[in-house]
């Protein structure tokens, strides 16, 4: 028998840290934090406030899944199974951005105290609005532990004929002007002045450093080959260890000036995957999944 939905999460909780989702708003992470030995909360991610949600206009907070792909399509259409596919642009926006599936509810289907899973089944028909012609079923598996938070998020194709697929996870991680992060990654992305990827040029070892807010009008950097560990080390002390290991092997960094987040967000493809494959160019991380196929990634947020 299927197992009954049950109600949004308020808290998870093991030691000292505590995360709250908000799984109707998105699949959304809401807040992650940590108590200090005063009990004083110490914010990993930039906490979602308790206001009314709106879906094309999300908040700059919490953490959210990207399903069914990551970043742009360009002018909202990309060509699939010998068709052009015609998906819903972002408001705005000539491009569609971040898939969908953090506009739309999911389910809470398993609860304890430190674990929670959620489900979101796109059925076609159901919400023609987003324009995505294949079924699918994301599923995102949330696990709290005394240092941190490990979200693992699958898409599998439960349709009947093959399906272009992405993922990954936006984290809106607490940072200031005089915090740094640091990686590795093995190339970087041209891009244009809307964020859609161009071409990859290869730097084996390329070490990035940037503090948060290094762009004075605010930039966004997408890299392929990411060594799997992304460092933020903050002012106040604090260091926050994102890891992820392929297919999220792709990262994006935005880190707007004058903002109080910076997002370090492993991803499955750079921006326009399903464009740049189509047009011969490699690297750019397309998949297709058949019927029945899944496309998983793992994502760890630590504290030091």
């Not at 397309?286 to 496309?295: C, F, K, Q, T, V």
Request: proline share 9%; hydrophobic share 45%; aromatic share 6%.
């Amino acid at each position: 028998m299927p197992q009954a939905a049950l109600p949004d999460l308020p808290l998870l909780r093991a030691g000292r840290m505590n995360a709250t989702l908000r799984a109707a708003d998105g699949g959304r992470g809401a807040a992650l934090w940590r108590e200090d030995e005063a009990g004083q909360r110490i914010d990993v991610v930039v906490p979602m406030g308790d206001g009314a949600y709106e879906p094309t206009q999300w908040p700059k907070a919490g953490i959210y899944p990207l399903v069914p792909w990551s970043g742009r399509i360009r002018d909202a259409r990309f060509p699939s199974g010998g068709r052009m596919i015609a998906v819903e642009p972002h408001p705005g926006s000539p491009h569609a951005m971040h898939g969908f599936g953090h506009r739309v509810p999911w389910r809470v289907v398993a609860l304890s105290q430190d674990r929670a899973e959620l489900r979101l089944d796109h059925e076609p028909d159901a919400a023609p609005v987003h324009g995505w012609p294949w079924a699918f079923r994301a599923t995102q598996r949330l696990r709290l532990d005394p240092r941190g938070l490990e979200i693992a998020i699958e898409i599998v194709n439960s349709g009947d004929r093959p399906m272009p697929a992405g993922l990954g996870v936006h984290p809106f991680l607490v940072a200031g002007p005089a915090d740094h992060v640091r990686f590795r990654a093995t190339g970087l992305w041209t891009t244009d002045a809307e964020g859609c990827a161009l071409s990859l040029t290869e730097r084996p070892g390329l070490a990035a450093q940037r503090a948060s807010g290094f762009a004075a009008a605010g930039e966004t950097i997408q890299y392929g080959g990411f060594g799997g560990e992304a460092t933020l080390r903050r002012a106040d002390g604090l260091v926050v260890t994102v890891t992820s290991a392929p297919p999220l092997d792709f990262l994006v960094l935005h880190a707007p000036a004058g903002t109080p987040y910076a997002c370090l967000e492993p991803v499955s493809h750079a921006a326009d995957a399903f464009n740049l494959a189509a047009n011969g160019i490699a690297g750019a991380g397309a998949r297709h999944l058949a019927p029945g196929e899944i496309l998983a990634g793992r994502v760890r947020i630590a504290l030091d």
